[in-house]
């Protein structure tokens, strides 16, 4: 792996960790916000016509 993408004093394994942490979250964010996109819809046109 190139020494300017994994931090020296992460192994290997955590480097894993981190990045398989960081897709399942990503992954779980995405879904989440797809489940829910008519309230967040909703809340962002609210708040859009109260700045106005």
Do not use: K, N, Q
């Amino acid at each position: 792996m190139a020494p300017w993408f994994r931090p020296v004093w992460l192994s290997s394994w955590e480097f894993a960790g981190v990045v398989g942490a960081v897709l399942l979250l990503s992954g779980w964010g995405l879904a989440e916000a797809i489940r829910e996109r008519d309230r967040l819809a909703d809340g962002f046109r609210s708040l859009r016509d109260r700045v106005r």
